[in-house]
C-alpha cells in the first residue's frame, strides 16, 4: 500500500512540473479535479442510460451528485493531506505538513475536517439541484448531459476541497467552520418537521421529536471538534516570552477548547431529554466566549486594542440582548441566531488577528 503512494505522489510530481512556484499545488488540484471529471462520467452515464432523470428528489442527478460529492470530498481531502505531507521528518517531530510548526493533526482532528468537507458538498449540491428543479419545472435530463453535470460536480468538489486540504490552517478551518455551521443550520431548518420551530428555540430543531434532530445535533458535535481543533492551532503563534505570557495563552486557549466542548455537549444532549444539561453547556459556552474577550487585553498583552474594544461591543449586544428577551420584546430564537453569529464571527477574526501578532512587540494590558 506504501509503494502505491509513493508510485502516485511520484506521477502526480511528473505531471504538475518542477516545484518551483506557487501554482505547484493548484496545478495538482487540477489534475484531481480532471480525474474525478472523468471518474464522475464513467460511473454517471452507465446509470443514466435508458433513463429521463428529475433534477431533484429520490433517484435524481441532484441526489447523485450530492452523495458522490460527499465521497469525492472525503477522497480528495485524503489526497490532499497525502500530497501535502512533507517527506521528511521535521525537527520537532511533526510530519503532516500542517502549517503550525510544532504541532500536528490528530486522527480525530482529520475525521472531522473531511466530514465537514464532505457535509458541505452533500448539502450543497443538495441545495442546488433543488433551485434548479424550481427553476426548470419538470424539466427532465437526459443521461448525456446528466452524466456531464454529475461530473462537473465531482471535479469542482474534488478540485476545492484538494485545495482546502493542501492549505489547511487555523484561517482555513474557520472558513470551514462558518460554512459548514450555516450549511448545517440551514439544511436543518429545511428538514425540520415543525415549521415552526422558531418560536421555541434553535434547540428545538435538536429535539428528538423533530425530524431535522439528526442533522441538526450532528453539525453542533462537528462543530465543537472543530472549534477545539482550532483553539490548538490558533493560539500556537502566540507570544510565551514569560511566565505571564504563557499562562494568558493557556487560558484563552483553554477557554476556546471550553467553547468547543460545550458547543458539541449542546448537540449530544438535546434539550427535550436532557433539559438541565443541554441549557448548562449552552449558558457555559456563552460564559467561557465573555470571559476570554472580556480578560483578552490580559491575557495576551499584545492583541491590537482595536479588536480588544471589537469584542467587548459584541459582549455589550449579547447582553443587551438577552435584556430584550427578558422584557420580551425578542423571543428565545432570535437572540440565539444573533449571538452566534457573533460569536463565531469573533472566533474568525480572532484567528487572523492572533496570526498577526508579533512576540517581539507588547503593548500595556488596558486600564481596568
Known amino acids: 500500500m506504501r509503494n502505491i503512494g509513493e508510485r502516485v505522489m511520484q506521477v502526480l510530481r511528473q505531471l504538475r512540473g518542477p516545484d518551483t512556484s506557487d501554482a505547484v499545488f493548484e496545478a495538482t488540484a487540477l489534475i484531481v479535479g480532471a480525474v474525478f471529471l472523468l471518474l464522475g462520467f464513467a460511473i454517471g452515464f452507465p446509470v443514466f442510460w435508458g433513463h429521463e432523470m428529475a433534477i431533484s428528489g429520490t433517484g435524481s442527478i441532484g441526489s447523485f451528485a450530492a452523495y458522490g460529492g460527499a465521497v469525492t470530498a472525503v ?23 500542517f502549517s503550525v510548526p510544532g504541532d500536528r493533526l490528530r486522527w480525530y482532528d482529520l475525521v472531522a475536517i473531511a466530514f465537514a468537507h464532505a457535509a458541505i458538498a452533500y448539502l450543497g449540491w443538495l441545495g442546488i439541484a433543488e433551485l434548479l428543479e424550481r427553476s426548470f419545472t419538470d424539466a427532465p435530463v437526459f443521461p448525456f448531459p446528466g452524466a456531464v453535470l454529475v461530473a462537473v460536480a465531482f471535479a469542482l468538489t474534488a478540485y476545492v476541497t484538494f485545495l482546502s486540504a493542501v492549505a489547511l490552517s487555523p484561517t482555513v478551518l474557520s472558513l470551514v467552520l462558518a460554512v459548514f455551521l450555516v450549511v448545517g443550520a440551514f439544511a436543518a431548518m429545511l428538514a425540520s418537521s415543525d415549521v415552526h420551530w422558531w418560536r421555541d428555540n434553535l434547540s428545538a430543531l435538536g429535539m428528538s421529536t423533530n425530524s431535522a434532530s439528526l442533522a441538526f445535533n450532528a453539525t453542533l458535535i462537528i462543530a465543537g471538534v472543530l472549534v477545539t481543533t482550532i483553539a490548538r492551532y490558533a493560539t500556537a503563534g502566540l ?32 434539550v427535550d431529554e436532557f433539559f438541565l444539561v443541554h441549557n448548562t453547556v449552552a449558558t457555559g459556552m456563552t460564559v467561557a466566549f465573555g470571559v476570554i ?14 479588536f480588544v474594544v471589537f469584542g467587548w461591543v459584541y459582549v455589550l449586544v449579547i447582553i443587551l ?11 428565545l430564537t432570535a437572540v440565539e441566531l444573533i449571538a452566534a453569529v457573533l460569536i463565531f464571527s469573533w472566533i474568525i477574526v480572532f484567528l487572523r488577528t492572533a496570526g498577526s501578532v508579533g512576540t517581539g512587540h507588547r503593548s500595556d494590558p488596558v486600564a481596568a
Request: glycine letters at 12%.
Open 239 to 270: 507570544p510565551v516570552d514569560d511566565p505571564v505570557d504563557r499562562r494568558g495563552r493557556f487560558i484563552v486557549r483553554g477557554g476556546l477548547i471550553l467553547i468547543g466542548i460545550f458547543l458539541a455537549c449542546v448537540g449530544v444532549f438535546p
Open 321 to 331: 440582548l438577552a435584556a430584550f428577551f427578558a422584557v420580551g420584546y425578542y423571543n
Open 75 to 97: 477522497l480528495a481531502f485524503a489526497l490532499g493531506r497525502l500530497v501535502s505531507r512533507p517527506a521528511t521528518v521535521a525537527p520537532d517531530g511533526t510530519r503532516d505538513g
Open 293 to 306: 474577550v472580556v480578560g483578552l487585553p490580559w491575557f495576551v498583552r499584545t492583541i491590537p486594542r482595536v
